[in-house]
Nanobody, 127 residues
Framework: QVQLVESGGGLVQAGGSLILSCVAS????????MGWSRQAPGKERESIAV???????YYADSVKGRFTISRDNAKNTVALQMNSLKPEDTAIYYC?????????????????????WGQGTQVTVSS
């Protein structure tokens, strides 16, 4: 069973930036699709950024142009660079892993398509 550990959350003012990081255990990280999701109070968890093992990326419209997902296979890590943060970005952010390659997929993979999850890291954006 893979373990995912997120870090990098915190409190930031609107317009600021944060970088979230997720470290995965296991020797086959390079084979997985990795993603970031978030859950705001009273709302369902939503997928926001995904990167496949071949480097294809997908973003939710709400973060496109502001957030960037990347991976370092040598370090078993996936990062989420978040710029121009808004109060509505306040949520718990989760790292997730999927065995699916999503070949030919034209839309953002959904939360239900990921099987392993981290514990989450809180991001709070003040206005």
């Amino acid at each position: 069973q893979v373990q995912l550990v997120e870090s990098g959350g915190g409190l930031v003012q609107a317009g600021g930036s944060l970088i979230l990081s997720c470290v995965a255990s296991g020797r086959t990280f390079i084979s997985y699709t990795m993603g970031w999701s978030r859950q705001a109070p009273g709302k369902e968890r939503e997928s926001i950024a995904v990167i496949t093992r071949t480097g294809d990326t997908y973003y939710a419209d709400s973060v496109k142009g502001r957030f960037t997902i990347s991976r370092d296979n040598a370090k078993n890590t996936v990062a989420l660079q978040m710029n121009s943060l808004k109060p509505e970005d306040t949520a718990i952010y989760y790292c997730a892993q999927s065995y699916n390659d999503f070949w030919g997929r034209s839309y953002l993979p959904k939360v239900a398509e990921f099987g392993s999850w981290g514990q989450g890291t809180q991001v709070t954006v003040s206005s």
